[in-house]
């Protein structure tokens, strides 16, 4: 069974390499509101559609304060080409061992094509100040969920 988070629990804290091969720390994020979102793969159609729609809400959640960081199994070099290729303006981090997605509950068991798998739960985390979970959304779907985001956060 998967663990999931809860508001107002400690966001699990992680360092993870960016697409430059950066150490990036959620500790050294402290201060800032952060939206940190769990998706499958990269260069994929649904992941691009849900990247390029934080790209292209960059502008509110960042002028809302929030920091934007998206982390999948992908190896850096992947990662890069990924943000180069679509424009992203946030980081991209590696986890490829899938143990930042499992502190956070997104890995485990999923349908795909009817079918019961082990894998990515594409899954967004809102994380304040003071490194708690404001909001833990999983089960998102590729499309609309920027949309449905920014609405719930009350960002136009």
């Known amino acids: 069974m998967t663990t ?10 992680f360092t993870l390499q960016d697409q430059d091969g950066t150490p ?3 500790a050294d994020l ?7 979102y769990f998706y499958p793969a990269a260069m994929t159609p649904g992941c691009t559609t849900q990247a390029c729609d934080f790209r292209d809400s960059i502008a509110s959640l960042a002028g809302a304060g929030y920091t934007v960081l998206g982390v999948s199994r992908d190896e850096p070099s992947k990662l890069a080409a990924f943000r180069e290729r679509d424009g992203l303006p946030f980081e991209l981090l590696s ?33 304040d100040e003071q490194g708690a979970i ?10 609309g969920h920027v949309a449905r985001l920014r609405r719930e956060l009350g960002i136009d």
Do not use: Q
């Open 4 to 13: 999931r988070l809860d508001p107002g629990t400690a966001a699990p804290d």
């Open 24 to 26: 990036v720390s959620l």
């Open 134 to 143: 404001d909001k833990a959304l999983y089960n998102v779907k590729a499309t």
């Open 95 to 127: 986890d490829p061992d899938a143990s930042v997605h499992r502190a956070y509950g997104a890995w485990g068991e999923k349908m795909n094509y009817g079918k019961v798998v082990e894998g990515v739960i594409r899954s967004t985390f809102v994380i």
């Open 30 to 36: 402290r201060g800032r509101k952060v939206v940190l």
